[in-house]
């Protein structure tokens, strides 16, 4: 069975940084794509980034040039490095992987960016 767990969450000052982790287990697989989305306080879930087939990465705006989507494929991890964070960042951040015939989802992993 495919999970994903994700890490890294937590709470920091703006400006900060924090890296998310995203371990897949129950492989192997072959992914069509992978990212992250957030899901903020009385918001609709949003695209962060995300990888598709053919190695494209799309970013949200807001995060554009701010935050890197990487993976690691030895360890079956993909990343999330956000720098420069900002109070509006502040969500719950779900990962996903696409193995073609389904897509999976992580638990989520709550940012908080404090004033």
């Known amino acids: 069975q495919v999970q994903l767990v994700e890490s890294g969450g937590g709470l920091v000052q703006t400006g900060g940084s924090l890296r998310l982790s995203c371990a897949a287990s129950g492989g192997p697989f072959s992914l069509y794509g992978f990212g992250w989305y957030r899901r903020a306080p009385g918001k609709s879930r949003e695209l962060v980034a995300v990888?598709?087939?053919?190695?494209?990465?799309t970013y949200a705006d807001s995060v554009k040039g701010r935050f890197t989507l990487f993976r690691d494929n030895g360890a079956n991890t993909q990343y999330l490095q956000m720098n420069s964070l900002q109070p509006e960042d502040t969500a719950v951040y779900y990962c996903?992987?696409?193995?073609?015939?389904?897509?999976?989802w992580g638990q989520g992993t709550q940012v908080t960016v404090a004033l």
């Open positions: 996903y992987a696409d193995l073609g015939w389904r897509a999976f």
């Open positions: 990888i598709r087939s053919g190695g494209f990465i």
